[in-house]
């Protein structure tokens, strides 16, 4: 096929010209003509299954799936005939009848394709028979992350896509065929049960409230006003850059300010900041490479595994454990800073500010649903009581904002409190892709060689974009005499984010192809920016503009590197005594297990 | 419970690790033992690198591929409308009386399982069933009888 | 529109000597067969009808270097029995069909998708297919032909789904396009072929375009096994002209009390007693695959229509909302009016919603559900709601 063959046709009588291989709905788009689509999504293949988007085609007898039509030259289309607007109200009304449409009741109730599109198309009472049956409103809630109900499920599959396609997970698929087709997990077992990940993306993807997070709005809001606790919440830096979207504001909007604002309102204690304890991640991840670095080229240790890969996404860690258990060893130890942060809130922070630790309730703002999971991993306790209570996605923050009435475009900007408020530019880019590796990388090569990175403004940009798999190296010179080992060594790092890329790096590492020495891994498409707790909905363009406020926020943080962040270095001197110290090993460090195949 | 191990990999050795050779193993594990265990499936995923929900999604696509316990001898009644004009019902009550067992059940010396299916093939001499693969024809009370004992003898 | 009577004949199952017929391909050139096959009218007997030379003809002119020729033998259309019955008698003008297709458009390697319920006829078919290929070596052909089975899902005799189960999916039907001929296993250019097309194939090729033609009609050319079954005294196969009227078919195979025909199987066309005389089998008429039930005045139209939905509302794929809902709607339809639960004016929605399906459906099956349903529906209504 010749490329860059440019392809005329008419959509309601109009012209456009698009390049071959475009679809209907592109050109449709080109012309700024809304088709209504539900099972499409951008950032996924195309699948041609809901028939929401059927159009007219001069000279075919049936309709045509603008999703899936390739455009051909002389091509007529109508979008909006009568035939058109039949069929589609048929297709709106049939999918309506296979779904529980409890819509006052429901999480997504306004922020629902199919709502939408009922509201287009179907107002006033329905044409067809109910045909939601009482065995599906078995709602599947075992997974601390992910509540899976088949009664509000409309067959689209998207999220069988997202599993495959994004995060080579596969947990779910389609199973049975006609009326008994359905999305399952291996012989329907509880997806607690499964090689779900927790990471959310079905969740972000899914159309109707048939995927959704598993709510913890009400055990924050009941801690809140119990005068008995201490309630402390810490916030991923990836909320800041993404919560007004839930709020009225255009995606890319930094909002920090006026969110600690109005976790303040809320009636939060203290509202501390995870970016903390990405920056204590960065202390110790970082000297656990170089001692791991150490280990292998001096003492030609054969115990230690290299290369070392990122922990702070808890969407890989499960994932590594289901998939690749025999390179858990390659693993840092780290806790995620979540963690961090929850096993020092009822230690560090308790002494410092006089609390009893039985009194601190533990929230957590994440942009992440495999947080949840986190949070309740059996080894998550290291502070003696469960270090984090309650994850709440941004999406349940946004929603106890309105909640509280609050007025967000209103509020004051205020900053973080303190101890364990305080937070550098490093940790701010933990939220994009690459941001682990460049706060981590501008921290150890410091230490190492006395310097600065060797990047203007210290943007390491190598590490930045959203390319799948990143790949960069860095020669280090002239290192401070303890580090002399690491004299000229090419330091050779990769990023990979969306657990598909993730697995491409895994087999080129576990198949001798590859030789880094630090991977970062992120399960979500973005970093936590795309993470599965974000606003819905999501798609490239909106993740760039997330990173790109990551990046901003950076560049106006006074403080760039983890290792100057002054609550850092008071952490260290008052309790820590220093990275990977023993108690730094017994609070910040963790371990994995190895889990089921399917 | 069956042992899969050998037979999973001699059918993976013979038909390869491609995604395209997962028909015909499941097939052949199906022929051997009468259905998919959730053993044998997960084994099957991880021979060829896939997910076992998809094995799973795919086998449950296809309605000779069970995924539920069958019988040594799975019975399947045509339903589809010329065996049901030429009765159909009376084939199955046949079963029913002699198996003493209802559709979808399962004989609990675990011989039978007796299933119904969609047009196989044999309109002109309805009423028709499989037993595994064999098809029976213009079937009888007299001769379902017979073709029964036959099976309980083997 | 011309109707014939009917008009026996014996070219199917006749015995030929396949070493003749290969060996006069052999020595043509590609362009020569399918000039062949184009010039005989030669249309898709599965069902669907889409002329032969002119898929073979696509196929051929693919650059690629795979390409694949498969005989679709996933027979599954309620009251189609036929290709069994080749396979069983005359499976080797199967083999020699697909080689000479082989040759046309340039394929190597052949692939018989056998339905799971015929895999009775496997021991057979491949001690057969082994004594084909060595004579077909001989005359010089490098083409070599597998078999896959089915395992019952008929949704997999529609070819892309078929290419999914090939290549160990389910049998979702997909997108088109990319139509086979193009795009199909494997991503390559490939011919999907009914059985019965394929042996009128090697008719053609042996007999001649110009005799073939002579036989059917102007728009339906040749003959054609008819699967028939239901209320007649003489159920069978039996080998027909094409473009005789409904009325002479029934004169021959009825048992005198006829009321409907369903010609095509379930995803076909119920044709009420008025109807007979003016109704002509073939593509110009009612196309078929070749299934043709008969009802007689004992049997209630409306078992007949909840049967054939039953079976779409399980055999549907599931993919698509007008396929996977609309057959659930239809069947739960029409039980909610019997039962008066809803009213019988009901039915009308029911019959815009079939008309939907018929366009807005994403593959055949979806598209024809409609057919028996608005055909039975419409002629025979007051059996459907009392």
């Known amino acids: 096929m010749k490329k860059n063959n440019i392809i005329n046709l008419t959509i309601n009588n109009q012209s456009v010209s698009v390049p071959e291989g475009s679809t209907v709905l592109q050109a449709a788009q080109k012309l700024n003509i809304h088709i209504p689509t539900l099972c499409n999504h951008d950032d996924l293949c195309v699948a041609g299954n809901c028939r929401v988007c059927v159009v007219e085609q001069k000279g075919s007898r049936v309709l045509v799936a603008a999703c899936a039509q390739p455009v051909t030259d002389g091509m007529e289309i109508m979008t909006n005939s009568l035939k058109v607007r039949n069929a589609r109200k048929h297709v709106v009304e049939l999918l309506l009848s296979e779904h529980r449409a409890d819509c006052t009741k429901c999480y997504r109730n306004q922020n629902c394709e199919l709502q939408t599109l009922a509201n287009e198309y179907s107002f006033g009472d329905h044409i067809f028979l109910d045909l939601v049956r009482e065995h599906e409103h078995l709602i599947d809630n075992t997974s601390a992350s992910i509540i899976k109900d088949d009664s509000k499920c409309i067959r689209c599959q998207r999220c069988v896509r997202t599993c495959s396609e994004l995060q080579k997970v596969s947990a779910i698929a389609v199973s049975g065929k006609g009326s008994e087709m359905k999305i399952s997990t291996f012989h329907d077992r509880p997806i607690s049960h499964v090689v779900c990940t927790n990471c959310g993306q079905c969740v972000n993807r899914c159309p109707t409230g048939a995927l959704t997070e598993k709510n913890y709005i009400d055990y924050v809001w009941d801690a809140i006003y119990d005068p008995e606790k201490h309630v402390v919440v810490q916030t991923a830096p990836a909320v800041r850059v993404s919560i007004g979207e839930d709020l009225g504001y255009d995606p890319g909007e930094r909002v920090t300010g006026k969110m600690v604002t109005a976790l303040k309102q809320l009636g939060f204690d203290s509202v501390l900041d995870t970016d903390f304890t990405a920056d204590l991640t960065i202390m110790e991840e970082g000297t656990e490479l170089l001692t791991r670095l150490k280990k292998v080229l001096v003492e030609k240790d054969k115990e230690t595994a290299l290369p070392m890969t990122t922990s702070c996404s808890p969407g890989w860690i499960k994932f590594i454990e289901h998939k690749y258990p025999e390179m858990l060893p390659n693993v840092s130890t780290c806790k995620s800073p979540q963690q961090m942060f929850g096993a020092l809130a009822k230690t560090y922070y308790a002494e410092k500010r006089g609390l009893d630790p039985e009194n601190i309730v533990s929230v957590s703002i994440m942009p992440c649903t495999a947080k949840k999971f986190e949070a309740n991993r059996p080894e998550m306790r290291d502070s003696g009581y469960k270090d984090v209570d309650y994850v709440l996605t941004t999406r349940e923050f946004a929603v106890m904002i309105k909640q509280a009435g609050i007025d967000f475009r209103t509020l004051e900007p205020t900053h973080h409190d303190s101890i364990m408020g305080e937070s550098s530019g490093a940790g701010a880019i933990f939220g994009a892709t690459g941001g682990v590796m460049e706060a981590a990388i501008r921290t150890a090569y410091e230490i190492v060689t006395g310097r600065p990175v060797p990047f203007d403004n210290l943007n390491i940009t190598p590490v930045r974009g959203m390319e799948g798999v990143k790949e960069a190296s860095l020669k280090i010179e002239k290192c401070k005499k303890e580090w002399s080992f690491l004299e000229g060594v090419e330091l050779k790092v990769a990023i990979a984010h969306g657990l598909t890329n993730a697995d491409e790096v895994m087999r080129a590492v576990s198949n001798g192809k590859a030789n880094y020495h630090f991977i970062e891994i992120m399960a979500c498409p973005g970093g936590c920016i795309g993470g599965g707790g974000q606003p819905i909905p999501t798609n490239i363009n909106i993740r760039q503009k997330r990173i790109d406020a990551i990046y901003e926020e950076d560049m106006n943080m006074p403080i760039r590197k983890s290792h100057e962040n002054p609550e850092i270095i008071q952490i260290y001197n008052d309790f820590l005594e220093k990275p990977n110290s023993h108690k730094a090993h017994e609070l910040l460090h963790t371990h994995y297990l190895e889990r089921v195949r399917y | 419970m069956y042992q899969t191990d050998n037979l999973v990999k001699d059918l993976v050795e013979k038909h390869g690790r491609q995604r395209d050779s997962l028909m015909p193993i499941l097939q052949g594990i199906v022929e051997k033992h009468n259905y998919l265990t959730d053993e044998a499936m997960v084994e099957v995923a991880q021979e060829l690198d896939i997910s076992a929900a998809e094995v799973y999604g795919t086998a449950s696509f296809y309605s000779f591929l069970d995924t539920e316990p069958r019988g040594k001898y799975v019975i399947r009644v045509c339903k589809t409308i010329t065996c049901a004009m030429k009765g159909k019902e009376e084939v199955i009550e046949a079963l029913e009386d002699i198996l003493k067992i209802k559709v979808g059940g399962t004989t609990s010396n675990g011989l039978f399982t007796l299933l119904e299916t969609n047009c196989m093939g044999w309109c002109h001499k309805a009423p028709a069933m499989l037993i595994n693969d064999i098809p029976y024809t213009e079937l009888t009370r007299e001769k379902i009888i017979k073709i029964i004992k036959d099976y309980m003898h083997k | ?386």
């Open chain 3, 1 to 386: 529109m011309e109707t014939k009577k009917i008009s026996k004949v014996d070219l199917i199952f006749e015995h030929i000597d396949p070493r003749e017929v290969l060996t006069k391909a052999y020595g043509m050139t590609r362009d020569e067969i399918i000039d062949e096959i184009l010039e005989s009218g030669l249309k898709g007997r599965g069902g669907a009808g889409f002329p032969t030379g002119m898929k073979w003809k696509l196929c051929s002119e693919e650059k690629e270097k795979t390409k694949y020729i498969i005989c679709n033998a996933d027979e599954g259309e309620p009251g189609t029995f036929k290709d069994r019955e080749i396979l069983d008698r005359v499976a080797y003008k199967v083999y020699a069909g697909m080689t000479i297709a082989g040759k046309a458009v340039g394929a190597k390697k052949g692939i018989i998708y056998l339905r799971g319920e015929y895999k009775f006829l496997l021991p057979q078919l491949r001690m057969q297919l082994d004594g084909f290929l060595k004579m077909s070596n001989e005359i010089g052909y490098d083409f070599e032909i597998d078999f896959r089975l089915g395992s019952g899902a008929y949704i997999c005799g529609e070819e892309s789904a078929l290419f999914e189960s090939i290549e160990g999916k389910r049998g979702e039907p997909r997108n088109k396009p990319p139509y086979p001929t193009h795009s199909g296993l494997f991503g390559k250019p490939t011919v999907v072929n009914n059985v019965e097309t394929l042996v009128n194939s090697v008719i053609i090729l042996k007999y001649g375009s110009k005799k073939y033609k002579q036989m059917g009609t102007m728009f339906s050319t040749g003959a054609k096994v008819f699967s028939v079954s239901g209320d007649t005294p003489i159920p069978g196969i039996y080998e027909l002209e094409l473009g005789m009227s409904l009325l002479e078919f029934v004169k021959e195979f009825g048992d005198g009390d006829t009321k409907a025909v369903q010609v095509g199987g379930a995803a076909g066309f119920c044709v009420p007693r008025k109807l007979f005389a003016s109704t002509v089998i073939g593509f110009e008429g009612v196309p078929t695959g070749g299934s043709m039930k008969l009802f007689n005045s004992s049997r209630s139209m409306y078992n007949v229509l909840h049967n054939y939905l039953e079976f779409f509302t399980e055999e549907s794929c599931g993919q698509c909302t007008p396929c996977r809902v609309g057959c659930q709607q239809l069947l739960r339809g029409v039980e909610s009016v019997k039962k008066r639960e809803s009213k019988s004016t009901y039915l009308n929605e029911l019959v815009k919603l079939a008309d939907t399906m018929k366009i807005a459906s994403k593959c055949g099956l979806g598209q024809s559900v409609g057919n028996a349903f608005k055909s039975i529906v419409e002629n025979f209504r007051e059996e459907i709601i009392y």
